[in-house]
């Protein structure tokens, strides 16, 4: 066995958590932002544009106060996680869970969105399609899982970048989503930590790999 592949095991678990709890913490700021009002952010939002000279209500600062209080949030995610490294369950939870968990967090933050606030999807999509879709992508993943995905690496690549390029049409406003470039981060960070999970799980098992 090579020496260095329980190194490799480690550094590709680390890098997991991390992409894994920024993926989950940006998608609970997000469904919260748009469901509800939070009295951290305002004020932060006020101080950050106070500080650079800019006016109160400039979304520079109100960008800033969120992935502020994102990125707060994950570091006390990773911190969990790097507590609960060496517990057996917590390896098994995060092969298990980490993937389906990085590859639903988008969607169910939109679905939960939608629940709250009522929308019309973009294209006026029946409610059963994304929903559908969703379960399709989940299940590919479970057969990824127990080693009985019959696709090869690019081809897995492939079908998560439809799938989040799905979701991002769902939730980031249609074809209008480059009216805010910045909001591209949310399902970027999803299907990055879903590139993690796969290379994380291709170490501990004998399939193919997603490179």
Not at 22 to 43: G, K, Q
Not at 70 to 82: E, K, N, Q, Y
Request: aromatic share 14%; with cysteine; net charge positive.
């Amino acid at each position: 066995m090579d020496k260095d592949l329980p190194s490799q095991i480690a550094f590709k678990r680390y890098v997991l958590e991390c992409l894994f709890s920024l993926n989950i913490a940006l998608c609970v700021r997000l469904a919260n932002a748009r469901t509800s009002f939070s009295s951290l952010e305002p004020s932060l939002k006020w101080r950050i544009n106070s500080l650079l000279h800019l006016q109160p209500h400039s979304s520079v600062g109100g960008y800033s106060a969120f992935f502020a209080v994102a990125l707060a949030l994950t570091l006390g995610m990773l911190a969990i996680l790097r507590l609960c490294s060496r517990a057996v369950l917590a390896e098994k939870l995060l092969r298990s869970v980490a993937g389906i968990a990085s590859l639903a967090a988008l969607p169910v933050s939109w679905l939960y969105v939608t629940h709250t606030i009522p929308v019309v999807p973009p294209g006026n999509l029946q409610s059963a399609w994304p929903l559908l879709e969703l379960g399709v992508a989940i299940g590919c993943m479970v057969l990824y899982l127990i080693m009985r995905w019959p696709f090869p690496h690019w081809i897995s690549i492939l079908f998560l970048a439809l799938h989040f390029g799905f979701w991002t049409w769902l939730s980031l406003g249609g074809l209008y989503f480059w009216r805010a470039p910045i909001e591209l981060v949310f399902p970027t960070a999803g299907f990055c930590a879903c590139l993690a999970w796969g290379r994380y799980v291709a170490h501990l098992s004998p399939f193919p790999s997603i490179p």
